[in-house]
């Protein structure tokens, strides 16, 4: 079966500090991979996806990057924090598109919740 | 593009009462649809999915949602709630081309004794 690690679970960091959040799955390959971010009352906003690796989408222009340097690896990275940047941060996969199990969704790493300050 | 809309933020409910979290969406192409859980400081769990085929569907934890075509929409249920209901609830939709999952902005459902 299918398995999402994502560390650290906590993370408070000084704004202009860099950041590394890593994200690995295993039991399968060449899954799609995706950060979300979740802010206070804000709900769930998609950050960045990849279908391959070293193929990176952003969805929003912002002060962080992401990089898949290995099929199961997913990487989200900033060079320095803003106070903005804090949240809680989901990583998530799911099968590809024409492959049987691309119906059933995603399913999410147990979050970091990052603190600025 | 797909979007949903959950009508509710919070939804506070007492032990052993029902709750319908209501989900309506807008897509121009056929659609999967999901709800997910998320209790505090965890990631999303998910509790249900409509993939075709029977409109009403169960999931885990005695919830069910029934999905409705004509007025687009995919309103969660549960005829009795427990104290450990307490959390986020998320609507989701995608569209069968595509494999990115558009969010509700959640509901909050508290449950009280």
């Known amino acids: 079966s299918q398995t999402i690690h994502q560390w650290p679970a906590t993370l408070v960091q000084p704004v202009g500090s860099p950041l590394s959040l890593e994200c690995t799955v295993e039991g399968t390959s060449n899954p799609n991979l995706y950060w979300y971010r979740q802010a206070a009352g804000r709900g769930l906003q998609l950050l960045f996806y990849?279908?391959?690796?070293?193929?990176i989408s952003s969805e929003v222009p912002q002060n962080l990057s992401a990089s898949r340097p290995q099929d199961r690896q997913f990487i989200l990275s900033s060079k320095k924090l803003l106070l903005s940047d804090s949240g809680f941060y989901l990583c998530?996969?799911?099968f590809g598109i024409g492959e049987t199990g691309s119906r059933y969704g995603y399913t999410f790493g147990s979050g970091t919740r990052l603190t600025v300050v | 593009a797909q979007s949903v809309t959950q009508l509710d933020s919070q939804v506070p409910v007492f032990e052993e009462a029902p709750v319908e979290l209501r989900c309506n969406y807008s897509s121009s192409v056929s659609v999967y649809l999901f709800w997910y859980v998320q209790y505090p400081n965890q990631g999303l769990q998910l509790l249900l999915k409509y993939l075709s085929g029977s409109t009403l569907v169960k999931g885990i934890n005695g919830f069910e949602a029934e999905f409705n075509k004509s007025q687009t929409s995919f309103h969660l249920r549960k005829p009795s709630v427990h104290i450990s209901d307490t959390a986020e609830y998320f609507c989701a939709v995608r569209a069968l081309n595509d494999y990115k999952l558009s969010f509700g902005a959640g509901t909050t459902v508290t449950v009280r004794a």
């Open positions: 998530a996969w799911s």
């Open positions: 990849s279908v391959g690796i070293g193929q």
